[in-house]
């Protein structure tokens, strides 16, 4: 069965730092999504990304994010500038139809010290 | 601004019995719905959906029915398993937008032996 995976499971980061999060959508999904999940809150919308552009993002999306489709396979969140605040467990999904098939990957779980 | 609600934090039922997971939401465009079961540290999993044009969708153990006059949808399990335990995300996708969801915070299932 097709899977969206997600790359690294764990990353701990000073804060201050850059990090990258690498998820691998379903091959043939058109949509793509990121969505963060802080300890014991909900799960929140980051940015949505079709067409090799945003369509649409959350206030929590500020400047110090950003979103790319370097390779047409690979799907990466950039922060540029961790701060504590930005631990939280980060989750890539993709849909093949415009959001109601959206499949998940399992998560990098992001700790900036 | 909870558009998409769970009041109930935890469930417990028996095993064999029924489980039924309830979802509250306000925002009037939200055309499609969605239950994602989650194990911890894992990503979503996604379960059974239903379009706003219906108020039924079964899939084995699995139904959802949507009241769109009391902007209310529930999920039935039956009959429930313990491997059923997991939290429970109700989660809804507005018409005209990006498509990505909107959670609830969730419910935490236990099924009893």
């Known amino acids: 069965e097709p899977e969206v995976t997600q790359t690294p499971s764990h990353q701990v980061t000073q804060m201050g730092q850059e990090v990258i999060l690498r998820c691998v959508p379903i091959s043939n999904h058109l949509y793509f999504y990121w969505y963060r999940q802080i300890l014991g809150q909900k799960v929140e919308f980051l940015v949505s990304?079709?067409?090799?552009?945003?369509?649409?993002k959350s206030e929590i999306f500020d400047d110090q994010f950003s979103v790319e489709r370097p390779d047409g396979s690979n799907f990466t969140l950039k922060i540029r500038s961790t701060k504590l605040e930005d631990s939280a467990m980060y989750f890539c999904?993709?849909?093949?139809?415009?959001?109601?098939?959206?499949?998940f990957g399992q998560g990098t779980r992001l700790t900036v010290v | 601004d909870q558009q998409v609600k769970q009041n109930s934090p935890s469930l417990s039922v028996q095993e064999g019995r029924i489980s039924i997971l309830n979802c509250d939401y306000t925002?009037?465009?939200?055309?499609?719905f969605l239950w994602y079961k989650k194990y911890p540290a894992e990503g979503p999993t996604f379960l059974i959906s239903i379009s706003s044009i219906k108020d039924k969708n079964e899939d084995g153990r699995f139904t959802v029915f949507l009241n769109k006059s009391a902007k209310h949808l529930s999920l039935h399990i039956v009959p429930s398993q313990p491997g059923d335990s997991a939290v429970y995300f109700c989660a809804a996708i507005s018409s005209g937008s990006a498509r990505q969801l909107t959670f609830g915070s969730g419910t935490q299932l236990t099924v009893l032996p």
């Open positions: 925002n009037s465009m939200f055309d499609y």
């Open positions: 999904a993709s849909s093949g139809n415009r959001g109601t098939d959206s499949f």
């Open positions: 990304f079709y067409n090799n552009e945003i369509s649409e």
